[in-house]
């Protein structure tokens, strides 16, 4: 079907949008039917904006899916609370599991209050300055 290439999407959604009557059916030759060439033009920009609407709703509800907790706290990855603790981001979530660490789940995702971080940081220097002693 041509007037899937010209909107830019499958078979399904033209015949769909020709029962609607967002496409216009016209006689085509020898008893055929066929689409008008202006009704699906006009189609294919309903189509692409509805579509770019469906993405931008999409990217919107999984950003905030994993996104950190909005409380005007600073928060930080497993992966950066790693960096400043050097150890793993399997061990920031050993810790935080066991207690040792505060945290909170977004989504999947896994934050850690930027001030813990640092305290913890602070603690971990001060216990390797004191073994060096």
């Given at each position: 079907m041509e007037a899937a290439a010209i909107i830019g999407c499958g078979h399904g959604p033209?015949?769909?949008?020709?029962?609607?009557?967002v496409i216009e059916r016209?006689?085509?030759?020898?008893?055929?039917?066929?689409?008008?060439?202006?009704?699906?033009?006009?189609?294919?920009?309903?189509?692409?904006?509805?579509?770019?609407?469906?993405?931008?709703?999409?990217?919107a509800s999984t950003r905030r899916h994993n996104d950190p907790p909005d409380d005007g706290q600073v928060w930080v990855s497993t992966d950066l609370a790693a960096l400043a603790l050097d150890v793993t981001a399997n061990r920031i979530r050993q810790l935080v599991q066991v207690g040792r660490l505060p945290a909170t789940m977004c989504g999947t995702k896994l934050w850690l209050r930027r001030d813990d971080v640092e305290r913890a940081a602070a603690a971990r220097a001060f216990a390797r300055r004191a073994d060096v002693r």
């Open positions: 033209v015949e769909r949008m020709a029962r609607e009557g016209r006689p085509g030759p020898r008893g055929v039917p066929s689409l008008n060439r202006a009704s699906v033009g006009a189609a294919g920009e309903i189509w692409r904006r509805e579509q770019s609407e469906r993405e931008a709703a999409r990217r």
